[in-house]
């Protein structure tokens, strides 16, 4: 069962950036598709970003296009989110999530195509 902890977020004035990672352990990290999500106070859990297990393949939320980058670095067993241009909307619990790879592979953008989730970071911004 993988495990996973996120880290990195923070209180940050609008226009700023932070970068979150992502620590895995357990079985093969290179064997999980991984994404990123968030939620906003009262609000549900919505998709950021994800990444397929060899990292060819990311998408986003349109919210975050041009913003937010995914990456991942399988040596290191970790994921990342790079957010830039933050902004008062962006504020919310970040939580990673991993999903075993299938063949073919699979677009993974919504929370019941992840089956293991981090415990949350909090990025605040501030106007």
């Known amino acids: 069962q993988v495990q996973l902890v996120e880290s990195g977020g923070g209180l940050v004035q609008a226009g700023g950036s932070l970068r979150l990672s992502c620590a895995a352990s357990?079985?093969?990290?290179?064997?999980?598709?991984m994404g990123w999500f968030r939620q906003a106070p009262g609000k549900e859990r919505e998709f950021v970003a994800a990444?397929?297990?060899?990292?060819?393949?990311?998408y986003s939320a349109n919210s975050v296009k041009g913003r937010f980058t995914i990456s991942r670095d399988n040596a290191k067993n970790t994921v990342y989110l790079q957010m830039n241009s933050l902004q008062p909307e962006d504020t919310a619990d970040y939580y990673c999530?991993?999903?075993?790879?299938?063949?073919?592979?699979?677009?993974?953008?919504?929370?019941?195509?992840?089956?293991?989730w981090g415990q949350g970071t909090q990025v605040t911004v501030d106007s």
């Open positions: 990444i397929s297990w060899s990292g060819m393949i990311t």
């Open positions: 357990g079985p093969p990290f290179n064997r999980y598709d």
């Open positions: 999530a991993a999903a075993p790879a299938v063949v073919g592979g699979r677009r993974r953008d919504s929370v019941s195509g992840y089956d293991y």
